[in-house]
């Protein structure tokens, strides 16, 4: 069984950061690439970054040069760091592999709210 347990979420204000973690169990790990999503109220569960098995990352233009994902093999951990954080980046943030989202169910997640 795979499981995805996040965590680092809080009450940021505008322009400040926080770094999510997310880790998982089960043998996946290496093999596939990692996602963070996130799901705002009212809305869809949104991919906003990806990173492959070699490292190479891809982000949504909204995100793009303000996060950062990157993936620990050995402790099978993916970090979000978020920085100049924004009121619209206010979500619930989860992690999971792409490829098997309708395979595996989605951990609790972890709330993200910028608000001054």
């Known amino acids: 069984q795979v499981q995805f347990v996040e965590s680092g979420g809080g009450l940021v204000q505008p322009g400040g950061s926080l770094i999510l973690s997310c880790a998982v169990s089960?043998?996946?790990?290496?093999?596939?690439?990692m996602g963070w999503y996130r799901q705002a109220p009212g809305k869809q569960r949104d991919l906003v970054a990806s990173?492959?098995?070699?490292?190479?990352?891809n982000y949504v233009d909204s995100v793009k040069g303000r996060f950062t994902i990157s993936r620990d093999s050995t402790k099978k951990m993916v970090y979000l760091q978020m920085n100049s954080l924004k009121p619209e980046d206010t979500a619930v943030y989860y992690c999971?592999?792409?490829?098997?989202?309708?395979?595996?169910?989605w951990g609790q997640g972890t709330q993200v709210t910028v608000s001054a």
């Open positions: 089960g043998s996946i790990f290496s093999i596939y690439s």
């Open positions: 999971h592999a792409p490829i098997l989202i309708e395979t595996y169910p």
């Open positions: 990173i492959t098995s070699d490292g190479s990352a």
